[in-house]
């Protein structure tokens, strides 16, 4: 059975503006179960907005697809909830209606009422309450607009929700609230997020596998990492876990040297480019006691 998003031999080129063409990524394959928390994880300029924008149904690809619970996915749709780096708010609608502009199109039927009551709860959710909901987006702070981006998004109850470097334009102490209120909705509400960020301790926090691309062009999705630490996560507690560094190492090492040593290889057209999965666990015992190294284990699949 295909998993909830199966992306599909994706290929997106580009004309590179000397009259060749610029080959982004190349039959990139691979899905994302229901309810899963997805990182992408890779240098600027791979491709990783590229494939976000084509996940939301905002661009076409070269050619590939991406299915969705059974359904090709052409155009945007309230089923996939976007949130960007730069928030994207209206600046001439309040807060509130920011919100409730999306819940209103979603539900039809719902009075002026239950639509402001559930926008209003979302973004008590993400700790805007009171008079603040009523200020125009330019009248808040940076943090403040990325909640209402945010809470936008969860309000709609996308089957998907699509982050690209949420939270990049934060100062850490907004950052790492607004990290653990990502977690807490998600955490309530089952969806399935797929989210990029060029950040491995955020990546760690949140995801349950983290997805590596290596540089482009003919960037790849090479790994798709497991993250074997339990949650509920706080980040004071994860890095106290025996996995936390030996998976921290893995990402580092690839980000610093194997990114740039798999760059660039064409792999020739027509193959499926899946990535290989990563399972570090050091909390598995080995039959040699004096072997308490950790154990990778890399499966293809
Ligand atoms: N519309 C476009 N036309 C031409 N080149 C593009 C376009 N969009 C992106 N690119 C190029 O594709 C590559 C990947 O871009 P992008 O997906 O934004 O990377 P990332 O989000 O990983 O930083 C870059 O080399 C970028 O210059
Ligand atoms: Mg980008």
Redesign the pocket.
Known sequence: MKPFLSIEKLTQR??DGQGGQ?T?FEDATFGVEKGEFVVIL?H???????IMNILAGLADPTSGVVVMDGQEVRGPSLDRGVVFQNYSLLPWLSTLKNVTFGVAARHPEWTKAQVTEHAVKYLGMVGLEGDVIHRKPSQLSGGMRQRVSIARAFANHPKLLLLDEPFGALDALTRGTIQDELLKIWGGTEQTVFM?THDIDEAILLADRILLMTN?PFARVAESVEITIPRPRSRTEIVEHPNYYAIRNHLVQFLGRRSKELAGQQTGTGETNRPETVRIDKAVPTDDPEDRRPTLRAVTN
């Open positions: 580009f004309p610029l982004v890779g600027s300029g791979c491709g990783k907005s590229t990029i482009g």
